[in-house]
């Protein structure tokens, strides 16, 4: 998992509600809102932190627009077009693991 996105886990405030009669009713609660806490979070602005360079990562333009994108070396990102474009957020791009057939 990312540094900022641990970072921002640590970060989140202790909020329990309790719900009916059961303590599970209120972990379930729990668990809902860190977890809608979380993806609701996960875009990261670039004056927050950058990636590392030529890393390629999903990102959000100044227009609003998504792509992926890496920032290079030069200080500037690059979008998957070649095109040099002005970015507002990234986020790494999940990595998914395969299960390998035995």
């Known amino acids: 998992m990312n540094e900022i996105l641990k ?3 640590n970060n989140i405030p202790y909020r329990i ?11 379930n609660e729990g668990a ?3 977890a809608e806490y979380i993806l609701s979070h996960q875009w ?3 004056e927050e932190a950058l990636p590392k360079c030529s890393e390629m990562v ?5 227009y609003g627009n998504y792509d992926t994108a890496y920032f290079s070396k030069k200080g500037y990102w690059i ?5 040099e474009i002005i970015v507002s ?4 791009i999940p ?3 395969l299960n390998k057939p035995e």
């Open 95 to 97: 990595k998914f693991e």
């Open 7 to 9: 970072k921002r886990i």
């Open 58 to 62: 999903f990102v959000k333009d100044k």
């Open 44 to 46: 990261i602005s670039v």
């Open 17 to 27: 509600t309790r719900i009916g009669n059961g303590a599970n009713d209120a972990y």
């Open 89 to 92: 957020f990234w986020m790494p």
């Open 32 to 34: 809902r809102y860190g």
């Open 79 to 83: 979008a998957n077009d070649g095109k």
